[in-house]
């Protein structure tokens, strides 16, 4: 995965916190890194995850392919400005800062709620339910990271959805959901890089 990308995630938050008006062009991070740009797809589903301390900051993304270089400017941004489980990061938070940018694909929906591998696949779910409408995504690495086994990784999907239910009983509700068609649940993959703020700055200070 490309460690340019990442850099240009921290590029735009630094733009637009006013930390550095000279923007520096994410072709310019793949020259610099002697990565090959035309390795990756020109246009994908992606995600742009903000950590600080290692404690989640913000993550938006889109299941849409967008340009890469629009897709990580827009949601490098959304995501430390606009998450609405966070306030916005602010100047004096970015030393402390990381960034994950996920490119998705190979999307797949399954009948069974097992048909996925821990670390290897994001879950997308989307279900109505006494008229109301619920969806809710993890990305490949949060199962993993949270060391969470299938089952509590379907509950904790749940209750990113927002929609109430016992732990106790998620299994059936999954395989009864499934079944009868109201609940749809999608696999999909992901290709991630991660990169700190002080290794962005050893990268950017050989550019300027």
Not at 3 to 13: G, I, N, Q, R
Request: proline share 3%.
């Amino acid at each position: 995965m490309s460690k340019a990308l990442s850099c240009f995630a921290f590029e735009t938050l630094i733009n637009k916190l006013n930390l550095d008006t000279h923007k520096i062009s994410l072709s310019t991070y793949f020259d610099a890194l002697n990565e090959n740009q035309k390795s990756l797809p020109t246009s994908a589903p992606v995600f742009i995850t903000w950590n600080k301390n290692d404690n989640l900051r913000g993550c938006i993304g889109t299941f849409s392919d967008f340009p890469l270089e629009k897709g990580v400017s827009k949601f490098s941004i959304s995501s430390a400005m606009h998450d609405p489980r966070f306030p916005a990061i602010v100047k004096s938070e970015i030393n402390h800062l990381s960034v994950s940018v996920t490119l998705l694909a190979n999307f797949v929906e399954i009948h069974d709620q097992n048909d996925w591998s821990i670390g290897e696949n994001g879950l997308r779910i989307s279900l109505k339910y006494e008229g109301e409408h619920y969806s809710g995504t993890f990305l490949p690495s949060v199962a993993e990271e949270q060391e969470w086994d299938k089952e509590a990784t379907l509950y904790h999907l749940l209750k990113k959805a927002e929609f109430p239910l016992a732990k106790s009983n998620v299994k059936l509700f999954y395989e009864k959901g499934l079944k009868e068609g109201w609940l749809r649940l999608t696999k999909y993959d992901g290709i991630k890089d991660h990169l700190d703020y002080d290794d962005f700055l050893k990268i950017r200070s050989e550019l300027v």
